[in-house]
């Protein structure tokens, strides 16, 4: 069965500090990760998307994947109050592209 | 990013009654569209696969007859939740992608469904 753990949190973090979320995955055919930003009773919004091993980088978000160790992070810099939300991470794989998506974890950035 | 839009954003309705919620994509054909429920507190779970002009494949527990999936056009699905009972109330949001998207996921605004 195809997993993606996530540590279910709560994070919190000072405003300004570097927020760093995890993720780890079973499916070892898993080829895209994506993650998901979701506030309290909206829909899940994409932040980023990572397809090879390494960091990505968009504004104050960067992307890391390590494929050997099946783990995907997200790390927020100088976090803001409006980043807290619900960070959901997510892979997929085959030709469906069928996202499995983590729990997701909770993030609050205090003023 | 690509557009997805969902109507209606909220719907109360009365025990035994069907309710229909429409997924669009506005600015992409959607080949594929997902269907995923939510309870608070939850993660999202999939409920469905279609893709355009087939039948829509259920995750196993979701019941085919109860949940009809219509993916008629490459910009509309519809859920249709027949015969609501309390415990089908939930947080309905609809996703979807296609050849222009490049393997990403776009998400509906979802539906909150609350059964009297």
């Known amino acids: 069965q195809k997993e993606v753990e996530q540590n279910s949190g709560p994070l919190s973090v000072p405003e300004g500090a570097i927020a760093s979320l995890n993720c780890t995955y079973s499916d070892r055919g898993s080829q895209s990760f994506f993650w998901y930003r979701q506030y309290s009773g909206k829909s899940p919004e994409l932040i980023m998307s990572i397809y090879s091993n390494g960091d990505k980088e968009d504004g104050r978000f960067t992307a890391q994947l390590n494929k050997a160790s099946q783990y995907v992070s997200l790390l927020i810099r100088d976090s803001q109050p409006s980043d807290s939300a619900t960070y959901l991470c997510?892979?997929?794989?085959?030709?469906?592209?069928?996202?499995?998506f983590g729990k997701g974890t909770l993030l609050t950035v205090n003023p | 990013g690509a557009v997805v839009s969902q109507h209606p954003s909220w719907v109360i309705c009365k025990s035994g009654t069907s309710v229909k919620i429409e997924c669009r994509s506005l600015d992409f054909q959607a080949t594929t569209m997902f269907w995923y429920r939510q309870f608070p507190k939850q993660s999202l779970m999939l409920m469905a696969t279609?893709?355009?002009?087939?039948?829509?494949?259920?995750e196993q527990g979701v019941e085919k007859d109860k949940f009809l999936i219509n993916h008629a056009s490459l910009t509309l699905s519809t859920l249709t939740v027949t015969s609501a009972h309390p415990e089908d109330s939930s947080f309905y949001i609809c996703?979807?992608?296609?050849?222009?998207?490049?393997?990403?996921?776009?998400f509906g605004s979802g539906t909150q469904l609350s059964v009297l």
């Open positions: 997510a892979g997929s794989g085959g030709s469906n592209y069928k996202l499995t």
């Open positions: 279609s893709n355009e002009g087939s039948k829509a494949t259920y």
């Open positions: 996703s979807a992608r296609g050849p222009s998207t490049n393997e990403k996921l776009f």
